[in-house]
């Protein structure tokens, strides 16, 4: 580990009464360590069966997190009584994606039971980061998505309401990224190998999903089997949800797909043994993996049946919930709200309605009504390539019924556009459900639109630009469901846990309210301009950028020097987040200082840091350009020292956790109107880096609350894109701005590519030849200029601390208690339901 050893978790920023703690908690005199009853021996010896003298760190870190678990579990338990008692309207939050990161220290932390820890870390001798290193990311999802999904079902807990998560135990998360020669390889990534802790499976609430055929799984691809139904069974794991302060702990249910335990004894009898295996094979493959794709919808079959499968097996558990404490179905919309994390579970559309039609013989007018009011649907992106479409003819297969109710539902909406609209033929195409043409599709955020009551983006203008270009035929027609949810992220983990030492400077000087209600925050203002608490932040950026040099030297050997600026882009890598902008200022500032060594200039490092989908050649080529970068730049002595780039491989939870809180420029430098909202750009305010970014998602909402003057904003506003898309022309910049010039040539003569010449002849088509469809020419010049006065701030401290403060002062909207507390308010219609 890294020089400075971190031994024990951080002392909790909150003064807790231990013993009311596990009270609360229900603990009665068990203790945590110390005793052979213990808790923490007893998992070492009773579940591991290994002498405390001889387990291995994964063995402590296992009995560690039961222990933990074993505290929140009565708790747990009473936390669904009380929803069974009290009977509140509940909301279920449906997601293909929750990409939760490490759950330990979090726990720990919610459940405000550092002290505990601290204490028995200390008296076992346990070493608190090996501990926690020893637990994988749950990494079951791409980005940004997936991550909100996490955040949010954190702040549901947080603020008490009765929601519950509903996605799928995936076995492989997403792919882990090597970098072998500057090129990304992916590896899978067994995060279930060794036995998880905290989830809880709960055999006895399987669930059965029908289908109209069967099906075989070979290659990754999905074979339908017609005339031959099946069945499914999906397994709940259980995982719990610690809101903070430890009184609500939640449930995010994950399914696991496994084949009926009845086999067709028919074919084991009548010889095919081989067969019967092999359909039990496909059945549990169809939660393998998750698909490695981001905003790029994959037609896969596979994923067709994932998402039917998630959609089936929480429809069933949740319709059995309600049926379990309410008699009267027709009041199911005012007991269930239930959110579609983007369309990927739009068939809950036609599940519902087929429950409500089928199983509870309502008629279709009262069907369809209750349907509409029990589900919301949440767009998360623009890009159209990503909206999911289809084949029609799967549904034929696999789900007739389904489709049967799909028809109907177009025919009811044709109609309505008929009589509302006149019979424009344009406007009834773009409306259906159905694509036609050869190979028609099914349209699924049309479906989710017009089978749910409200439809909402993610940010500001994500939401206008949903509501007036990419769905506008569907915004006139039902207006009144058009929203907007502006995203957030959990400030427990993205402050409190990732940057101790800011939190604590944090709640020194304005007390500790700020972790539950993050607009506190706004008392930080009037300490902008004061003199010991910009020092106070100055030490603990500093702090945590030493740390993050400590571990980047430990962990891969890499040498970064914390007095340079920490000049940041990481995302997931694709054209519309411009990693090439960057690449090319990188460049423009390596030809001038190879032009005037002499230069005036803070010595920055920047660190690139996300994956490729993989297969997304171009995407896979921006890393491969950045790892020849830093190469180069580092063999080059005129400019070592004063510029470093840095991939860091293998992009998850955890490494944003100890980068962001090192923070100092965060470049949020997507092409205007593409990036729905964006996240990271929030979590980087809050730890107080500076943002360079274009007018896109919630940077626009960063910058109203912070004020343009404290954020580095440049380049074409989204409508300035559309409005020069039909004329612009990359060739121009090229012959005008020699810097420009500069760059490509040098990047084109192969100077980052001696010994692989025209390797990156595919970039200088993107970016020159096929017209630079993202602008990275029209906003370089910007762009350079926007770092230019980030960089004449850095060299006055004062201004640049206080500007910083400013950023955190004015983050407090971005927390996700405060985008779900909009959701629960305007959507969802669901309060608290405290636990006593
Ligand atoms: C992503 C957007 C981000 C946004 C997150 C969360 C998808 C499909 N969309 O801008 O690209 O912040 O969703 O809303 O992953």
């Excluded at 402590?60 to 222990?67: G, I, K, L, T, V």
């Excluded at 039917?308 to 404490?325: E, K, N, W």
């Excluded at 767009?379 to 109710?405: D, G, Q, S, V, Y």
Aim: proline share 5%.
């Amino acid at each position: 580990m890294g020089a400075k050893t971190v031994l024990e978790p951080p002392v909790s920023t909150g003064s807790h009464n231990i013993s009311k703690l596990l009270r609360q908690y229900g603990c009665g005199p068990i203790r945590f360590e110390g005793t052979e009853n213990a808790l923490y021996e007893r998992h070492l010896l009773c579940d591991n069966v290994i002498d405390g003298g001889a387990a291995t760190p994964r063995d402590r870190f296992e009995a560690f997190a039961r222990s933990v678990r074993d505290i929140l579990s009565q708790r747990w338990v009473l936390t669904e009584r009380t929803y069974e008692r009290k009977n509140p309207k509940r909301v279920y939050y449906l997601s293909m994606e929750f990409l939760i990161g490490r759950s330990l220290a979090n726990n720990v932390s919610n459940l405000l039971l550092e002290g505990v820890a601290q204490e028995a870390i200390h008296r076992k001798h346990l070493n608190w980061i090996d501990l926690l290193e020893q637990e994988p990311d749950a990494a079951l999802g791409n980005g940004g998505l997936g991550r909100l999904a996490a955040c949010f079902m954190e702040s549901a807990a947080t603020m008490h309401l009765p929601a519950m998560g509903y996605g799928l135990r995936y076995d492989y998360g997403l792919f882990k990224q090597g970098i072998r020669d500057g090129w990304q390889y992916e590896q899978p990534d067994p995060w279930l190998r060794a036995q998880d802790p905290w989830e809880v499976v709960r055999p006895h609430e399987k669930v059965e999903v029908r289908l109209n055929s069967s099906f075989e799984i070979s290659g990754g691809s999905l074979r339908a089997v017609p005339g031959r139904p099946s069945t499914l069974i999906g397994i709940p794991f259980d995982r719990p949800v610690v809101g903070y302060g430890g009184a609500t702990i939640n449930t995010l249910r994950l399914w696991a797909a496994a084949a009926p335990d009845f086999f067709n004894f028919q074919e084991f009898s009548g010889g095919d043994f081989v067969g019967a295996l092999a359909q039990t094979l496909s059945a549990e493959s169809l939660t393998r993996v998750l698909y490695p794709d981001d905003t790029t919808s994959m037609g896969q079959g596979l994923r067709f049946v994932q998402e039917y499968f998630l959609v089936a097996c929480s429809l069933a558990d949740l319709v059995r919930r309600f049926r379990r404490y309410n008699t009267d179905v027709s009041t199911f919309a005012e007991r269930v709200a239930i959110q579609l994390n983007d369309t990927h579970p739009a068939m809950a559309v036609p599940e519902l309605l087929r429950i409500l039609l089928d199983e509870a013989h309502l008629g279709w007018d009262e069907a369809w009504e209750i349907t509409k009011a029990t589900l919301g649907y949440t767009n998360h992106t623009l890009m159209p390539e990503a909206l999911e479409k289809w084949p029609l003819a799967w549904f034929e297969i696999l789900l007739p019924r389904h489709l049967e109710l799909i028809y109907e539902i177009n025919r009811r909406l044709l109609d309505e556009v008929r009589s509302r609209f006149s019979d424009d033929e344009g406007r009834l195409q773009r409306v259906s459900l159905i694509e036609e043409g050869t190979g028609r599709k099914i349209r699924m955020a049309n479906l989710a639109i017009v089978g749910s009551h409200s439809t909402n983006g993610v940010a500001a203008i994500h939401s206008e630009l949903l509501r007036t270009t990419t769905v506008k035929d569907l915004a006139k027609m039902f207006p009144e469901r058009f929203n907007n949810k502006t995203n957030g992220v959990t400030p427990r983990r993205w402050l409190l846990l990732a940057n101790p030492a800011f939190s604590r400077a944090i709640t020194d000087a304005i007390g500790d309210k700020w972790i539950a209600d993050l607009n506190e925050l706004n008392k930080l203002r009037a300490l902008a301009n004061d003199v010991s608490f910009r020092d106070t932040f100055r030490m603990a950026k500093r702090d945590a950028k030493s740390q993050f040099a400590d571990w980047l030297r430990s962990f891969s050997g890499q040498a970064v020097d914390p007095e340079t600026i920490f000049d940041c882009h990481v995302k997931r890598f694709h054209e519309y987040k411009r990693q090439m902008l960057m690449a090319l200022r990188i460049v423009v500032l390596y030809n001038r200082l190879r032009a005037n060594p002499n230069l005036d200039m803070h010595p920055r490092t920047f660190f690139f840091s996300g994956k490729a989908a993989p297969a997304y050649k171009l995407a896979k080529l921006m890393i491969k350009f950045v790892n020849n970068l830093a190469g180069t730049i580092e063999g080059d002595p005129v400019v070592r020292g004063r510029l470093k780039v840095v991939f860091l491989p293998e992009y998850c939870v955890s490494l944003a956790e100890r980068l962001i809180p090192a923070s100092d420029a965060s470049n949020q430098i997507s092409t205007a109107g593409y990036e729905a909202s964006g996240t990271s750009n929030m979590k980087f305010m809050m730890n107080g880096a500076l943002t360079v970014g274009t007018r896109d998602g919630a940077t626009i909402e960063m910058a109203q609350e912070a004020g343009e003057e404290n954020l580095f904003l440049f380049g074409l506003t989204a409508e300035q894109v559309v409005a020069v898309r039909g004329w612009y022309n990359p060739q121009f910049h090229y012959e005008n701005e020699p810097e420009t010039r500069a760059a490509l040539d040098l990047i084109f003569s192969d100077h980052f590519s001696r010994n692989e010449p025209g390797v990156f002849s595919p970039l200088r088509e993107m970016l020159l030849t096929n017209g630079d469809f993202y602008m990275h020419l029209a906003d370089l010049t910007s762009y350079v200029q926007a770092h230019e006065q980030l960089g004449a701030l850095y060299a006055d401290r004062n201004a640049w601390a206080h500007k910083a403060i400013l950023n955190v002062a004015s983050s407090g909207k971005f927390s996700s208690d405060r985008t779900i507390s909009e959701y629960a308010a305007e959507i969802w219609n669901v309060k608290p339901c405290p636990v006593p």
